[in-house]
């Protein structure tokens, strides 16, 4: 397992958009060169823009992290672990299923907010990045 992590869009979004919780853990990613990313990232970040310019501006932004690869069985592995979910009673999409497979293939770790991946990992050993509460300021109660 190497040290890089996906990025998925439910996060980009958000630190897009300045959500305080994911701002210094993506920065902390990113300055020490651990963020990778993929097409279909890529995509929907860009496909939510809000107009060209704004998606120029992502792409360059985006391109400038590794970007996995997939194998020939990807998006079978993908299908598969969809099949399989759903025949347990998982509805989970097959964008989720791709990113699993993906990061599975990729051996990296994956930086999300969607709680599909936890159900997800019933099925398929991923790893999942979390964001960890600070610890409370010296001389505060505990909690």
């Known amino acids: 397992m190497n040290n890089l992590v996906l990025i998925d869009s439910s996060i980009w979004i958000d630190y897009i958009n300045g959500v305080a919780r994911y701002q210094a853990p993506v920065d902390s990613l990113i300055d020490n060169g651990q963020v990778c990313t993929a097409k279909i990232i890529i995509a929907e970040i860009i496909g939510g823009a809000m107009?060209?310019?704004?998606?120029?501006?992502?792409?360059?932004?985006?391109?400038?992290?590794?970007?996995?690869?997939?194998?020939?069985?990807?998006?079978?592995?993908?299908?598969l672990l969809s099949l399989r979910m759903r025949k347990r009673?998982?509805?989970?999409?097959?964008?989720?299923?791709?990113?699993?497979?993906?990061?599975?293939?990729?051996?990296?770790?994956?930086?999300?907010?969607d709680q599909h991946f936890q159900e997800i990992q019933h099925f398929e050993k991923i790893d999942l990045?979390?964001?960890?509460k600070p610890p409370p300021p010296a001389g505060s109660p505990k909690g």
Do not use: M
């Open 129 to 132: 990045y979390s964001v960890r």
């Open 51 to 79: 107009d060209e310019k704004i998606a120029n501006e992502y792409r360059r932004n985006l391109e400038q992290f590794p970007c996995l690869s997939e194998s020939k069985e990807t998006w079978d592995k993908a299908a």
């Open 89 to 113: 009673g998982y509805n989970i999409g097959l964008y989720d299923c791709y990113l699993a497979a993906l990061v599975r293939e990729n051996e990296v770790t994956i930086f999300t907010s």
